[in-house]
């Protein structure tokens, strides 16, 4: 499709972007074109937007950033036969190489050779994007394109939660940003025995009780070990799942996983952690799983069947709904501490 559109442009290798007229995007054999219908933030935009040493290492503008996105099929290469103009997709944000061991063994998430969206090839923040067809996820008639957008990030929380079976188990669920709060309301849908929320914002514990946390716990205040241990008949978590990556969180999850549990590590550590080894992991048998992204295509499987219950609250995930123009006074919200997920809908 030739012609313009408009998008949230990282111009320069400094903070801030521009809001402007670009190319509508074209698009390879094996691509689609998408009309984005709606888009939302994610940390990793937190830091591309500001252009945080993070952000400096991986990303290269000029270029539209933004990676979690649903829209239409408006356009298709001609080696798309999965797809048709008209579908209603989500876009997943790992791009696999089809190529390497990984990909080859039905781990494609975890592809040797990763390319991610919206950081090393063109993203969503506009009003086209070209997606390589092995990024899409067709949408069900009922899940709507602001859910749609949302079902990137409510996977790494889904995938956070089938490491370990939930089901019958007390679940400590650490961080009450977006992710943290789904999968709040997902080990819940998933028939968790008791769920305890741990964050360090009032807000966000408050939603989480919204969103089924039996207990929500502020890490600021003392004790909270002890009060985690008594509300599990001093016997500890069976499963821990940390969405911060927050050093002390992570080291004070385990004082309060039971033995023989399960600790599921999903939040980025943004430095080498020490843990005591011997008492937090060894003599405890205590198992530990890292989880990155989603599976290719089991765990968007697992989020349409909650989405389906009828019961996962992702309005209460929204913390504001912004036209795209208006990324400025999103980001803005974000770094001010506002809870939620911010949306941005292109024109
Ligand atoms: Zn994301
Ligand atoms: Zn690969």
Wanted: charged fraction near 20%; hydrophobic fraction near 40%.
């Amino acid at each position: 499709m030739k012609g313009t559109m408009k998008g949230v442009f990282k111009e320069n290798a400094a903070p801030g972007a521009i809001y402007t007229d670009l190319p509508i995007p074209e698009i390879g054999d094996n691509d689609v074109l998408v009309r984005v219908r709606a888009t939302a933030i994610c940390g990793t935009d937190l830091h591309i937007y500001p252009w945080t040493p993070w952000a400096q290492a991986r990303v290269t503008p000029p270029m539209v950033f933004g990676h979690e996105f649903s829209g239409d099929i408006v356009e298709k290469g001609s080696g798309v036969t999965e797809f048709a103009i008209g579908d209603r997709i989500a876009g997943e944000t790992h791009i696999p190489c089809n190529k390497c061991h990984q990909c080859l063994t039905d781990n494609r998430h975890i592809c040797e050779h990763m390319k991610i969206i919206g950081v090393h090839v063109p993203g969503c923040f506009s009003e086209y994007i070209s997606v390589p067809k092995d990024c899409l996820w067709k949408l069900s008639d009922s899940v709507d394109y602001n859910t749609g957008a949302m079902l990137e990030p409510m996977g790494v929380a889904v995938h956070g939660l089938t490491e370990t079976p939930v089901l019958g188990r007390s679940v400590v669920i650490m961080g009450c940003g977006p992710i943290g709060l789904m999968a709040v309301n997902a080990a819940k849908i998933m028939g968790a025995k008791q769920i305890i929320a741990t964050d360090v914002v009032p807000a966000k514990l408050s939603l989480a009780l919204e969103l089924g946390a039996d207990a929500a716990l502020n890490t600021t205040e003392e004790n909270q070990s002890e009060k985690i241990l008594s509300l599990t008949n001093n016997i500890g978590a069976d499963t821990i799942i940390d969405y911060t990556g927050n050093v002390d969180a992570i080291r004070g999850g385990f004082s309060w996983l039971r033995l023989g549990g399960t600790c599921v590590l999903v939040g980025l550590p943004n430095r080498e952690i020490t843990l005591d080894l011997t008492s937090s992991v060894i003599y405890k048998e205590a198992k530990i799983f890292g989880v990155t992204g989603r599976r290719m295509y089991q765990t968007w499987v697992k989020c349409e069947e909650i989405l389906a219950t009828g019961n996962f609250r992702m309005d209460k995930i929204v913390g504001g709904i912004y036209k795209l123009e208006e990324y400025e006074k999103a980001f803005d919200a974000l770094k001010n501490g506002a809870p939620g997920k911010m949306l941005l809908i292109p024109a």
